[in-house]
């Protein structure tokens, strides 16, 4: 059974995730002091301390000499390198990526489905409409209001590596425009017909 030492550095470990997000904590930011954590915790230094040595070795955070801590480019991290090596190795490699990004993608507009903000579609909405956004950062965007992290993380490594390296041709903005209007709408079979005709152009069958 865990004891109460190890329970005070589990609490502590997810408390502090809780501060990062509350804080609305972005990649290059910097994160509060050791002392404030532990004041704001109200728990000791050396439990902060353990805390943020298990944080940094997911690569979470980064703690630069003479400056402090901060949040980790997650792009950085060990699925980098693996995807990279899984590239290098496997000649099929592109088709089992783009595979792993349309399921991430489907799964996140069921989700959103769901959820339904429709407030918030609606502003993404006209920002793609009005140019503001390219197709990739669309999806980027529904990916991350689906509202997994881990997800959105993986997709987006996943988009890199497909950016550098596929050949297919990019749907036309006219379906991303369905996409979204069937997201606006709340309708699941316009949402399901729109996003099997993207899926097409990259030769991935839902």
Do not use: C
């Not at 689906?146 to 993380?153: E, I, K, S």
């Amino acid at each position: 059974m865990p004891g109460p030492k190890s329970r005070v550095y589990e609490e502590t470990l997810q408390q502090i995730r809780l501060i990062i997000k509350k804080d609305g904590l972005l990649p290059g930011d910097k994160i509060p002091s050791e002392r404030e954590l532990a004041d704001r915790l109200n728990v000791g230094r050396s439990s902060v301390r353990e805390a943020l040595r298990a944080l940094e070795l997911l690569g979470i955070i980064e703690t630069k000499r003479g400056e402090g801590t901060f949040i980790k480019d997650f792009r950085e991290n060990h699925l980098v390198s693996v995807l990279g090596l899984f590239v290098l190795e496997d000649a099929k490699s592109i088709e089992d990526i783009l595979e792993m990004s349309v399921l991430i993608e489907k799964h996140a507009l069921m989700k959103i489905l769901q959820s339904f903000d429709k407030k918030k579609l609606v502003q993404i909405d006209q920002d793609f409409r009005k140019g503001i956004n390219n197709p990739q950062e669309l999806m980027g965007k529904l990916i991350h209001m689906a509202g997994n992290h881990l997800l959105f993380r993986t997709w987006s490594v996943l988009a890199d590596y497909l950016k550098a390296g596929s050949k297919f041709q990019e749907p036309p903005i006219p379906i991303y425009e369905e996409l979204m209007s069937g997201l606006v709408l709340n309708n699941k079979n316009l949402v399901l017909q729109a996003y099997e005709r993207i899926t097409k152009y990259k030769n991935v069958s839902l």
